[in-house]
């Protein structure tokens, strides 16, 4: 058995006396203050879970499942501390929208899936036009007031092939 980031970030949570996060927290740019006011604030947490993979873009300016979007994602290793990238819509939990970081690391061959990523291909999102991969194995859980700017509708054959992925990964429906 594979001990991940996570399991052990929960154990040592539990340890201390702090529960981890409910499924369908918030994830976003911290608020101020120090620990103490992140949890109180149930931030950030990644989604834990089952949900359902939904394709539904409507370019209108509001994020959608199925649209690639810009939003600040905090690090696995320092949740205080993060970076605005690209992320994968695909589905909703609540009033929260469930992504999925995309990157252009090359971590799979093109056209394949494998382990923790899928890849997705070019679109707009990406100004230099590189390949991009979705990493399945962290969701996140993100307000839509968070979501900085659209980037792109994601075709509905490259959607299918994440929905999928992350149907076998996390028994989603």
Do not use: C
């Amino acid at each position: 058995m594979a001990i991940t980031f996570r399991t052990m970030r929960n154990a040592v949570l539990r340890l201390l006396g702090a529960s981890p996060r409910p499924a369908g927290s918030p994830a976003g740019p911290p608020p101020a203050g120090g620990a103490a006011d992140l949890h109180a604030a149930g931030y950030p947490w990644d989604f834990t879970g089952r949900a359902v993979v939904r394709y539904a873009p409507k370019p209108d300016g509001r994020p959608d499942p199925g649209e690639v979007v810009w939003t600040w994602v905090p690090y696995e290793e320092d949740y205080t501390q993060g970076k605005d990238r690209p992320v994968l819509i695909v589905g909703r939990s609540g009033a929260f929208l469930l992504a999925l970081m995309l990157t252009s690391r090359d971590r799979v061959p093109a056209g394949s899936a494998a382990g923790d990523y899928v890849d997705v291909g070019t679109g707009a999102w990406d100004r230099q036009r590189r390949p991009s991969e979705a990493r399945l194995d962290r969701v996140l859980t993100i307000r839509p007031e968070a979501i900085r700017r659209e980037g792109a509708v994601l075709g509905r054959a490259r959607f299918a092939a994440v929905a999928d992925a992350l149907r076998n990964r996390h028994g989603w429906s």
